[in-house]
């Protein structure tokens, strides 16, 4: 017997790294994905990913995409009680676990464990406890790749927003820094690696700062994406987002 499991996902590396590990476990039968995205946007929470983007990752990924959509602003009540539809839903379709590529920040695992504990669904952390210093190695050695898409311009140079996750990124990081930004320094989304059928045709786009962080806009390869709004790139404003669903920078 497998634990059907879905995997919260961010569109970030970490959140590859955790389908990855999950993949190799023969106990585990990842069935789907589960992400939250601004409902006014149609963007990933801090990472401002394109709606469509992260269906072309599930289809890469060869995995069904779950989507929870928050109001903006979300307030906690609004945030839970749409992830708690959510998993109710999970809950019908007899997923018994869902896996998140949160790495060692207690608190978060905590209110994750906390909210999960009444639908009786499993939390799972499949990459939590390692070494980030050698996983961001490991990752970057595999052949995984991704668009640094926000960075936190008080822990980093701006110009690192656009730039691609890769060694020559690694490298360039000071050394006071997180190479896996657990605590948000920076955030990604994962175009290539051993975990996409194939890479995803992206690049860069637009740069620009919106209430303190600097984000840069992900574009599809091969197709008109439309213009970026004006405020698709905002953070979201109070606390729910630090707890999102979406795990994995």
């Given at each position: 017997?497998?634990t059907?499991?879905?995997?919260s996902?961010?569109?970030?590396?970490?959140?590859?790294?955790?389908?990855?590990?999950?993949?190799?476990?023969?106990?585990?039968?990842?069935?789907?994905?589960?992400?939250?995205l601004?409902?006014?946007?149609?963007?990933?929470?801090?990472?401002?990913?394109?709606?469509?983007?992260?269906?072309?990752?599930?289809?890469?990924l060869g995995l069904?995409l779950?989507?929870?959509?928050?109001?903006d602003?979300?307030?906690?009540?609004?945030?839970?009680?749409?992830?708690g539809?959510?998993?109710?839903d999970?809950?019908?379709?007899?997923?018994?676990?869902?896996?998140?590529?949160d790495?060692?920040?207690?608190?978060?695992?905590?209110?994750?464990?906390d909210?999960?504990?009444?639908?009786g669904?499993?939390?799972l952390f499949?990459?939590?406890?390692s070494?980030?210093?050698?996983l961001?190695?490991?990752?970057?050695?595999?052949?995984?790749?991704?668009?640094v898409?926000?960075?936190?311009?008080?822990?980093?140079?701006?110009?690192?927003?656009?730039?691609?996750?890769?060694?020559?990124?690694?490298?360039?990081?000071?050394?006071d820094?997180?190479?896996?930004?657990e605590?948000?320094?920076?955030?990604?989304?994962?175009?290539?690696?051993?975990?996409?059928?194939?890479?995803?045709?992206?690049?860069a786009?637009?740069?620009?700062?919106?209430?303190?962080?600097v984000?840069?806009?992900?574009?599809?390869?091969g197709?008109?994406?439309?213009?970026?709004?004006?405020?698709?790139?905002?953070?979201?404003?109070?606390?729910?987002?630090?707890?999102?669903t979406?795990?994995?920078?």
């Amino acid at each position: 017997m497998t634990t059907k499991t879905l995997l919260s996902w961010s569109s970030g590396k970490d959140s590859a790294w955790a389908l990855h590990l999950l993949r190799a476990d023969p106990t585990i039968e990842v069935v789907g994905l589960l992400s939250t995205l601004n409902q006014a946007t149609g963007r990933v929470a801090m990472h401002a990913v394109r709606e469509r983007l992260l269906e072309q990752q599930a289809r890469a990924l060869g995995l069904p995409l779950t989507k929870v959509f928050i109001p903006d602003p979300c307030s906690n009540e609004d945030y839970e009680a749409a992830m708690g539809a959510a998993m109710a839903d999970a809950k019908d379709a007899r997923v018994e676990a869902i896996a998140f590529g949160d790495l060692f920040l207690e608190d978060i695992r905590r209110y994750r464990e906390d909210k999960l504990a009444p639908t009786g669904i499993q939390p799972l952390f499949p990459v939590w406890g390692s070494d980030t210093r050698v996983l961001s190695r490991e990752m970057v050695d595999s052949g995984l790749r991704a668009i640094v898409t926000c960075v936190d311009p008080k822990r980093l140079p701006r110009e690192l927003a656009g730039r691609t996750y890769d060694a020559d990124f690694l490298d360039a990081l000071p050394g006071d820094i997180d190479p896996c930004a657990e605590r948000g320094e920076f955030h990604t989304f994962a175009y290539a690696g051993p975990m996409f059928e194939a890479p995803i045709p992206v690049g860069a786009g637009e740069t620009v700062e919106r209430d303190g962080f600097v984000f840069a806009d992900v574009l599809p390869i091969g197709g008109h994406a439309g213009p970026p709004k004006p405020h698709q790139f905002q953070p979201p404003a109070d606390q729910p987002a630090r707890f999102a669903t979406n795990a994995g920078s």
